[in-house]
T-cell receptor
């Protein structure tokens, strides 16, 4: 399967704990995006990588959130000192670089529950 | 301030008929629009897209129409099938950052 994969699919944690999610994009896709989706809402953009460079961050991405994409391949999203408001589906998407190729392909998501 | 709006939270259509899902946007800088379909507990699946230089794009049973002057786009599905029952999201791109999504429309295909 050559689609976007995300691990874990589900994560339950206690408030105050740190969590880390992983995303493996489609091979040869230069761009990688993280989104968050809460109940009744559409996905909301968090951050974006072009290869290993993090080029854009949403104001939704507080200081407790950090994302990396070492070597321009997989990416990790870490949330420190989790809060109940962080409970959401975290989605990763990838797209090839280049003008007019902005179709983003999404992974299955990681559902985070903070107790 | 919602830049992409899907004003119908749900839509019920009889199998075999046409489904029309609507989307309005406010940001004139949006230049690329996409529709995604989402089943519960899965990520959004890309359906069809349209560039702002076009007014129509067709792919099988799916057609997207763009009216730039009205800042409105619509997705037509014909004929509607039971497997089309899902939440449909309209999304827009403006610049290099991520997509802006609407809140979605839950399409229910009645047998």
């Amino acid at each position: 399967d050559t689609g976007v994969s995300q691990n874990p699919r589900h994560k339950i944690t206690k408030r105050g704990q740190n969590v880390t999610f992983r995303c493996d994009p489609i091979s040869e896709h230069n761009r990688l995006y993280w989104y968050r989706q809460t109940l009744g809402q559409g996905p909301e953009f968090l951050t974006y990588f072009q290869n290993e460079a993090q080029l854009e961050k949403s104001r939704l991405l507080s200081d407790r959130f950090s994302a990396e994409r070492p070597k321009g391949s997989f990416s990790t999203l870490e949330i420190q000192r989790t809060e109940q408001g962080d409970s959401a589906m975290y989605l990763c998407a990838s797209s090839p670089a280049g003008f007019g190729t902005d179709t983003q392909y999404f992974g299955p998501g990681t559902r985070l529950t903070v107790l | 301030d919602q830049q992409v709006k899907q004003n119908s939270p749900s839509l019920s259509v009889q199998e075999g008929r046409i489904s029309i899902l609507n989307c309005d946007y406010t940001n004139s800088m949006f230049d690329y629009f996409l529709w995604y379909k989402k089943y519960p507990a899965e990520g959004p699946t890309f359906l069809i897209s349209i560039s702002s230089i076009k007014d129509k794009n067709e792919d099988g049973r799916f057609t997207v129409f763009l009216n730039k002057s009205a800042k409105h786009l619509s997705l037509h599905i014909v004929p509607s099938q039971p497997g089309d029952s899902a939440v449909y999201f309209c999304a827009a791109r403006g610049g290099a950052d991520g997509l802006t999504f609407g809140k979605g429309t839950h399409l229910i295909i009645q047998p």
